[in-house]
């Protein structure tokens, strides 16, 4: 198990996942710190609220990446042949590209929730779940205009699509898909708390050509 330690790998997974892409666009081209507005998160929902539909999108995109490219990574230790070590490394660098995403050295170690980078994260490691996971995000997103509670019930669904549907069986994919609900929901206690109190803010998406039933 040691050649799953590669510290030079795993650290430069943790310094992709800092890459700040929130913040250096904001201050760049709207002269703006996102963290200093809105939900004071640097990530891609707090960037849609603060700077618009374009950026917004960018830094989603670009946080998605962080973490696809972190987990591929792996492909670096050619000596890995064990299928299971292999996945387990692709892991390891992909909390490590998360923990970059909450806590980026670039920019003082103030980052955003890390929900589009460990999206990225899974969409790398398990690919067909991952995609009916955004369905179900989108859906509820649709339906509630709530991207806070779309993110949650999305990261509830992915153990329940990996373990009971396509009866994944890789103990570090089981222990992964188990944490991320839990992750998700530690990361948004505040927006729990928002949505209790009936506070928390919906997602306009009529900026995407679209309505939710409950939108008007």
Not at 23 to 36: C, L, M, P, Q, S
Not at 58 to 70: H, Y
Not at 127 to 151: Q, W
Not at 158 to 183: E, H, K, Q, R
């Amino acid at each position: 198990m040691l050649e799953l330690i590669n510290i030079p790998v795993i650290i430069g997974a943790y310094l992709v996942g800092s890459i700040p892409a929130s913040v250096w666009i904001g201050k760049a081209f709207y002269n703006t710190d996102v963290r200093e507005h809105g939900s004071g998160n640097a990530g891609a929902t707090n960037t849609f609220r603060v700077l618009g539909t374009k950026p917004g999108l960018i830094v989603f995109i670009i946080d998605l990446m962080k973490g696809f490219l972190a987990v591929n990574l792996a492909t670096l230790n050619p000596n890995l042949t064990n299928p299971e070590n292999f996945m387990t490394l692709q892991l390891i660098l992909g909390v490590a590209a998360i923990l970059g995403h909450i806590f980026p050295l670039y920019v003082g170690f103030k980052g955003g929730k890390g929900v589009a980078t460990l999206f990225g994260v899974i969409l790398g490691i398990s690919f067909i779940p991952t995609l009916i996971m955004a369905g179900v995000f989108f859906l509820v997103l649709f339906l509630t205009r709530y991207v806070s509670l779309s993110s949650m019930i999305a990261g509830i669904s992915f153990p329940i699509l990996t373990l009971l549907i396509f009866n994944y069986d890789a103990l570090p994919l089981i222990i992964f898909s188990i944490a991320i609900p839990v992750v998700i929901l530690f990361t948004h206690q505040k927006n729990i708390e928002r949505l209790l109190n009936n506070t928390e803010s919906k997602a306009n998406l009529a900026k995407f050509g679209l309505k939710s039933r409950r939108g008007q």
